[in-house]
C-alpha cells in the first residue's frame, strides 16, 4: 500500500527509468519556472527546460540534472520525461568540461546556432550549480 503522505516520483529518460522514489516534496524545472509539487496538487502537464529536479525525502534534499522533457503530476504520481537525466553525485569535473566544449562547438550567428550555444550554456550553468553545491 502506498503511502498516503508521500508523492510517487518516477524519471525516464529514453535508455532507461533513472529514478523511482518516494518524495515529501517535488520540484521540477519547467521552461518557464519552477512548478513545486505537493501532495493532492491539481493535475499537470508541463514541459521542462534545463535545470534541477530536487525532492525531498524525510528533510533532505536530492538533485538530479534534467535535460528538457515533459513532466506530468496526476493522482500524486510525478512522471518526468527527459532526454538525460544525471543524479548530483553524476556530475564531475569531467561532465562539465565536455558541457564547456559543447559551448564553444557552437559558433555562428544563425538563430539555430544562437539558440544550440544558449541552451549549451545553460546545461554547463546548471551542471556547475551542481557541481559546487557537492
Known sequence: ???????ELVVITPERQVLSE???????????????????RAPLVC???????????????????????????????VTVLTARALPAEAVTQEVVTAAARAVDEHQGHEP?????????QRRLSELRRILAAK
Open 22 to 40: 518516494t518524495a515529501d516534496a517535488v520540484v521540477v524545472p519547467a521552461h518557464d519556472g519552477e512548478v513545486g509539487v505537493l501532495r493532492d
Open 112 to 120: 539555430d546556432t544562437l539558440r544550440a550555444r544558449a541552451e549549451s
Open 47 to 77: 514541459e521542462l527546460g534545463i535545470g534541477q529536479l530536487r525532492y525531498t525525502q524525510a528533510g533532505r534534499t536530492h538533485r538530479l540534472f534534467i535535460d528538457g522533457g515533459f513532466a506530468q503530476v496526476l493522482d500524486n504520481h
Open 1 to 7: 500500500m502506498a503511502d498516503e503522505t508521500k508523492i
